[in-house]
Structures are given as structure tokens and as C-alpha cells.
């Protein structure tokens, strides 16, 4: 029994004498490596240019919306991130070319996984992903991005929807390419189903 005591003891204190220089010599050879460290956030490192980043409701080149209110994004994801209620267009309140629109549209960024499985059911590419990755928030809420955060801006050409379909196309012509700009003298409907009134009404309440 004693012997077994001594030779192990014997065996510890070997490599133990060796350890210290051995892990001096990492740190010497680490000093000619190239630095990796990133001097985040004062200089951002740029993405991928296909980098899964914060996702964008995209726009007709008219500014009517892509968005049809389909759903598929959402059976589509695998973290259950996405909520989608749509709703029917009417001729007095349209967002979008055809019948649908998404009328309530939020990504819980709590749960996404940024895979891009949502982006590659979208029938009618309304949904795609930006380079964007500055999504952390100390708030769950906050993580919860609506419809009106996830919808792009407006280009050149475009008017806010909801607004009336380019006189003399339909659905179709749309994604054939054939709209390229709001029509001529296009205005922004009212937005009754958020709330907004017509202005005449708010005249009338006034006087
Ligand atoms: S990127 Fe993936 S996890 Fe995130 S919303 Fe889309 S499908 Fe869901
Ligand atoms: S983003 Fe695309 S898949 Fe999702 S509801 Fe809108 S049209 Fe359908």
C-alpha cells in the first residue's frame, strides 16, 4: 500500500514542475499573433453582405405593401416568433395590391433564431432580412417589434399606404413588374382601422 502512495505522488509532482514555463511559452507565442479583438461598438465590424440581421417589410415600388397577410412566415418559423392577423382591403383603405393585407404584424426577437426559414416561405417577398444586429434590449417588450418598426421606408416614388391601386392594373401587374411609381396626383387614404379620422369629421367636432 505504501509503495502505491509514494509512486503516485511521484507521478503529480513531475509535470507540475514543467507547467508554469510551459504556459509562459503560450503566452510569448501569443504576443506575435495577429489581435482579433474587435473594437466594438466604437468601430462596428461590417457583416456578410448575406448576414441574417433584423428582418424589413418590404413595399411595391408604388409604396402599397408587399405583406399579404398569408401566415406562412409564421407556420414557418420554428421559434413560434412571428405574429400575423390579416385582414381585407377595401377600395376606401388599401395597403396592399390585391384582396389581404397584414393588418397586425409582429417578430418577437426574444425567441428568433435568425435562421431565415420565414424569409424563404414569403410568397411574395415582403419579408427579408437586413445586416442589422443591434437588436439586444434589457426590456422583453421592447424586443417585440411591430409592423410599423419592421416596414420600410419610403423611396423616391412612393406614397405612405394606405393608398388606391396605379389606376388601369391589378394584382398581377404588380409582381410582373410593371408598376414602378406611385401614380400621378396619389394620396394617402385615412387610416380608419388605426384610429385616424377624416379631417372633415375633425373640423366638424371643432366648430
Ligand atoms: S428568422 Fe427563423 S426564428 Fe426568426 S422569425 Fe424567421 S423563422 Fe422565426
Ligand atoms: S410576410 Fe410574407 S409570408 Fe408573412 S404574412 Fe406577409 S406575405 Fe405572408
Not at 420554428?78 to 382591403?89: K, L, S, T
Amino acid at each position: 500500500m505504501a509503495d502505491e502512495t509514494n509512486s503516485g505522488q511521484q507521478k503529480d509532482t513531475e509535470p507540475g514542475f514543467q507547467n508554469p514555463v510551459a504556459g509562459f511559452g503560450v503566452t510569448f507565442k501569443a504576443m506575435f499573433k495577429k489581435r482579433l479583438t474587435e473594437q466594438y461598438p466604437e468601430q462596428p465590424k461590417t457583416t456578410a453582405p448575406r448576414f441574417h440581421g433584423r428582418h424589413q417589410l418590404n413595399r411595391h415600388p408604388d409604396g402599397l405593401e408587399k405583406c399579404i397577410g398569408c401566415e406562412l412566415c409564421a407556420w414557418a418559423c420554428p421559434a413560434d416568433a412571428i405574429y400575423v392577423e390579416g385582414a381585407d382591403n377595401t377600395e376606401e383603405e388599401r395597403y396592399s395590391p390585391g384582396e389581404r393585407y397584414g393588418r397586425v404584424y409582429q417578430i418577437n426577437y426574444a425567441r428568433c433564431i435568425l435562421c431565415g426559414l420565414c424569409i424563404e416561405a414569403c410568397p411574395t417577398r415582403a419579408l427579408t432580412m437586413t445586416n442589422e444586429f443591434e437588436l439586444a434590449d434589457s426590456s422583453r417588450a421592447n424586443l417585440i417589434y411591430t409592423k410599423e418598426q419592421l416596414l420600410s421606408g419610403l423611396d423616391e416614388g412612393m406614397v405612405d399606404s394606405p393608398h388606391s391601386i396605379f389606376p388601369g392594373t391589378d394584382e398581377q401587374d404588380y409582381y410582373r413588374g410593371l408598376v414602378t411609381e406611385a401614380a400621378p396626383g396619389t394620396e394617402r387614404q385615412v387610416a380608419v382601422s388605426k384610429g385616424e379620422k377624416p379631417s372633415e369629421d375633425a373640423e366638424g367636432v371643432d366648430v
